[in-house]
């Protein structure tokens, strides 16, 4: 199987080029692993949004829905919104079978980039070992689309892209791949039992520190601390069935 990495919001490909294959977006600092954490905790769906006024409209035009809001804008809460990026404001007492509207500078964009493939997978470190061992099972082409950081490459996201492929090679999946991913597998090799230091290095981690948000660096290192496979489908990412 070929397993391509894209290291922006911008290299994603277009909609015919995903097409026929398995799509997974990574931002691991930190939308894809708050969307992960809120539907581990039991959220019942979250919603991508590119624009918080985007989002407004939504919650007024369905007010039954009883919509959270959450996201950021330059990594901080926005006002008039419910919670932001931070994977350990999505507690399961807050967001319970809740569905969630979400927007975030470049996670919730990637994911509505990559809509044009055959299946999107939502990846972080948390559940990279079992979205690996899952498409080691699909056997199909893969797209590992990583959201990077203000259209810039991250540390971060490549590491979680070499993650999958190290995990893949484990399952014994036959790999190929582009120089993005021998450089995001070697990386997270080098980094392997010290993903700590590699989110505390990278530029947007630093960033996120400076901010005070160093609980959220640790909690977004922890490799594989779960199984979920969350999918975007039909505008929205859930836990199918
Ligand atoms: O909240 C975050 O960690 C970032 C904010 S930014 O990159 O500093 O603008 O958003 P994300 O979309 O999760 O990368
Ligand atoms: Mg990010």
């Known amino acids: 199987m070929r397993v391509d990495v894209y290291p922006t919001v911008l290299n994603i490909p277009p909609a015919e080029d995903l097409a026929?294959?398995?799509?997974?977006?990574?931002?691991?600092?930190?939308?894809?692993?708050?969307?992960?954490?809120?539907?581990?905790?039991?959220?019942?769906?979250?919603?991508?949004?590119?624009?918080?006024?985007?989002?407004?409209?939504?919650?007024?035009?369905?007010?039954?829905r009883m919509f959270l809001l959450g996201g950021e804008r330059k990594a901080v809460l926005i006002p008039g919104?419910?919670?932001?990026?931070?994977?350990?404001?999505?507690?399961?007492?807050?967001?319970?079978?809740?569905p969630i509207l979400f927007t975030?500078?470049?996670?919730?964009?990637?994911?509505?980039?990559?809509?044009?493939?055959?299946?999107?997978?939502?990846?972080?470190?948390?559940?990279?070992?079992?979205?690996?061992?899952?498409?080691?099972?699909?056997?199909q082409d893969v797209a590992i689309c990583c959201a990077g950081t203000h259209d810039q490459f991250s540390l971060e996201d490549t590491a979680c892209a070499g993650a999958i492929l190290h995990f893949l090679a484990a399952a014994g999946a036959p790999v190929e791949t582009n120089d993005m991913g021998v450089v995001a597998r070697d990386l997270f090799r080098e980094y392997d039992g010290r993903l700590g230091d590699l989110v505390h290095l990278s530029e947007h981690g630093q960033r996120l520190a400076k901010l005070g948000l160093q609980e959220d660096l640790l909690f977004c290192a922890q490799l594989g601390r779960l199984t979920i496979l969350p999918v975007f489908t039909e505008g929205q990412v859930v836990l199918p069935d």
Request: hydrophobic share 45%; proline share 5%; with cysteine.
């Open 20 to 64: 026929g294959r398995v799509a997974v977006v990574i931002d691991v600092l930190r939308a894809t692993t708050t969307i992960c954490t809120a539907l581990a905790n039991g959220a019942d769906t979250v919603v991508p949004i590119l624009t918080p006024e985007e989002a407004f409209q939504v919650a007024a035009d369905n007010p039954d």
């Open 81 to 98: 919104f419910n919670y932001g990026n931070s994977p350990l404001e999505y507690t399961e007492a807050r967001v319970k079978g809740r």
């Open 104 to 139: 975030t500078t470049n996670g919730t964009r990637a994911i509505r980039r990559a809509a044009g493939a055959d299946r999107v997978y939502i990846a972080c470190l948390l559940n990279a070992p079992a979205v690996a061992r899952e498409l080691a099972r699909l056997e």
